[in-house]
């Protein structure tokens, strides 16, 4: 069964770094594209990032400006989301989700998510 | 970017009865090409991650009950629970991915009435 591990969270003072990964198993990781979409507490869904089944495209939300960087290893079957320059808005539980696609068809939506790890900018 | 506003914020409604939840788009998310509206809809219970539900607008996920239908196209859509059951309480979302940025709607809570 398809699983999504996040892990990489927690307490960091606002301008540091961090760097969220992702497990993913259960299936071909390198066929699909991955998403990252957080949460604020108690807040609604925000899209992050994107990455293409084989790294070679990314896209970000507007509000990431350089910030974040998404990527991927397949021979880990592990997709990366690295923060820098992080600020108290960016608090929030951080999902990886599958792409609803496949390969090169890529959907948009998301089929599978994990349970999340919860990143807090606080000094 | 597109706006993606819902309607109500929340919601009551009794056990068996009907649950319709509304979502609009600032522009159209029906792509002339393929004729499809590119609106997916979540549900997310208490501490657990969303679950798809819909997508393509009404096109039902594997394994989501039949009791969950979307319907609507170009702007408006609509998300309808026939028979409301205890394990529906959630917050639900609607998706566009039309455009990059994707983004949602700021969700719907239903309770039982």
């Known amino acids: 069964q398809v699983q999504l591990v996040e892990s990489g969270g927690g307490v960091v003072q606002p301008g540091r770094s961090l760097r969220l990964s992702c497990a993913a198993s259960g299936f071909t990781f390198s066929s699909y594209a991955m998403h990252w979409v957080r949460q604020a507490p108690g807040k609604g869904l925000e899209w992050v990032a994107v990455t293409s089944y084989d790294g070679s495209n990314k896209y970000y939300a507007n509000f990431v400006k350089g910030r974040f960087t998404s990527s991927r290893d397949s021979s880990k079957n592990t997709l990366y989301l690295e923060m820098n320059s992080l600020r108290a808005e960016d608090t929030a539980v951080y999902y990886c989700?599958?792409?609803?696609?496949?390969?090169?068809?890529?959907?948009?939506?998301?089929?599978?998510w994990g349970q999340g790890t919860l990143v807090t900018v606080s000094s | 970017d597109i706006v993606m506003t819902q309607s109500p914020d929340s919601l009551a409604v009794s056990l068996g009865e009907r649950a319709t939840i509304n979502c609009k788009s600032s522009?159209?998310?029906?792509?002339?090409?393929?004729?499809?509206?590119?609106l997916a809809w979540y549900q997310q219970k208490p501490g657990q991650p969303p679950n798809l539900l819909i997508y393509w607008a009404s096109a039902r996920e594997s394994g989501v009950p039949d009791r969950f239908s979307g319907s609507g196209s170009g702007t408006d859509f609509t998300l309808t629970i026939s028979s409301l059951q205890a394990e529906d309480v959630a917050v639900y979302y609607c998706q566009q991915y039309y455009s990059i940025p994707l983004t949602f709607g700021q969700g719907t809570r239903l309770e039982i009435k």
């Open positions: 522009q159209s998310v029906l792509f002339s090409s393929d004729n499809k509206n590119y």
């Open positions: 989700a599958r792409d609803g696609g496949y390969s090169s068809s890529w959907r948009y939506f998301f089929d599978y």
